[in-house]
């Protein structure tokens, strides 16, 4: 008898641990399942690293059809060229105009001011670096300097900034456009043909670029939102 009361109470003890051990198993799982339900709910932010890589993956891809289309002939070199035209003329301008509706704040002028004043800087320092580090004895040296200094900052540079910064970006970007568009016209073009003129200067002045951002920066004064 006093074996039989010393097993059930034992059986009993197994049981006692058993309920307690799945209670706390229950509670465990009522705290962590909706932790689980919060992170998968939880918006993912991208690095700024992977949002660069997606962007030149995309551009990349974008090349690669352009190429086979071009190879195809479904794209023939006139349609290619008003491609480039309309990208050039019509696109980017646009983007740019539309940049600078924004909204006016004084820390936007501040920084767009700051961002051509360093634009014209950063140029200066590149052309003097490209004619200390190349030499003009060297054959074609023109077009090396020409590369080292001045980038594809439109084609390529205003949509990617587009996607990392938005219009915000593309603002202080159009900054830099402006100084590229007015060296290249001046500089840029006396450095590959030997001279300059008036008429390339004005060239860079009515580029669509500086247009862009003459008008961009009115409306951006004017507060005048379209």
């Given at each position: 008898?006093?074996?039989?009361?010393?097993?059930?109470?034992?059986?009993?003890?197994?049981?006692?641990?058993?309920?307690?051990?799945?209670?706390?198993?229950?509670?465990?799982?009522?705290?962590?399942?909706?932790?689980?339900?919060?992170?998968?709910?939880?918006?993912?932010?991208?690095?700024?690293?992977?949002?660069?890589?997606?962007?030149?993956?995309?551009?990349?891809?974008?090349?690669?059809?352009?190429?086979?289309?071009?190879?195809?002939?479904?794209?023939?070199?006139?349609?290619?060229?008003?491609?480039?035209?309309?990208?050039?003329?019509?696109?980017?301008?646009?983007?740019?105009?539309?940049?600078?509706?924004?909204?006016?704040?004084?820390?936007?002028?501040?920084?767009?001011?700051?961002?051509?004043?360093?634009?014209?800087?950063?140029?200066?320092?590149?052309?003097?670096?490209?004619?200390?580090?190349?030499?003009?004895?060297?054959?074609?040296?023109?077009?090396?300097?020409?590369?080292?200094?001045?980038?594809?900052?439109?084609?390529?540079?205003?949509?990617?900034v587009n996607s990392l910064f938005g219009s915000e970006g593309v603002l202080y970007l159009s900054a830099y456009v402006a100084v590229f568009s007015l060296f290249v016209w001046t500089h840029g073009y006396g450095l590959m043909t030997g001279k300059t003129d008036r008429r390339s200067?004005?060239?860079?002045?009515?580029?669509?670029?500086?247009?862009?951002?003459?008008?961009?920066?009115?409306?951006?004064?004017?507060?005048?939102?379209?």
């Amino acid at each position: 008898h006093k074996g039989m009361c010393e097993s059930n109470a034992f059986i009993l003890h197994v049981k006692n641990a058993r309920l307690s051990s799945d209670a706390r198993l229950t509670d465990a799982r009522q705290d962590i399942i909706p932790r689980l339900h919060y992170l998968s709910r939880k918006e993912y932010e991208p690095s700024m690293f992977a949002i660069t890589t997606l962007q030149l993956l995309k551009m990349f891809f974008l090349v690669i059809v352009g190429y086979f289309s071009f190879r195809s002939g479904l794209i023939t070199h006139e349609g290619n060229k008003s491609l480039s035209n309309l990208l050039l003329y019509i696109v980017n301008p646009m983007m740019i105009i539309h940049s600078f509706s924004t909204g006016y704040t004084s820390e936007l002028l501040h920084g767009f001011l700051w961002a051509f004043v360093l634009s014209v800087l950063t140029t200066s320092i590149a052309i003097v670096i490209s004619h200390f580090l190349i030499s003009g004895k060297k054959k074609s040296f023109e077009v090396e300097r020409f590369c080292c200094v001045y980038a594809n900052c439109g084609f390529m540079g205003i949509p990617l900034v587009n996607s990392l910064f938005g219009s915000e970006g593309v603002l202080y970007l159009s900054a830099y456009v402006a100084v590229f568009s007015l060296f290249v016209w001046t500089h840029g073009y006396g450095l590959m043909t030997g001279k300059t003129d008036r008429r390339s200067m004005l060239k860079g002045f009515a580029s669509p670029a500086v247009i862009a951002v003459i008008i961009g920066f009115i409306l951006f004064i004017g507060r005048i939102s379209l």
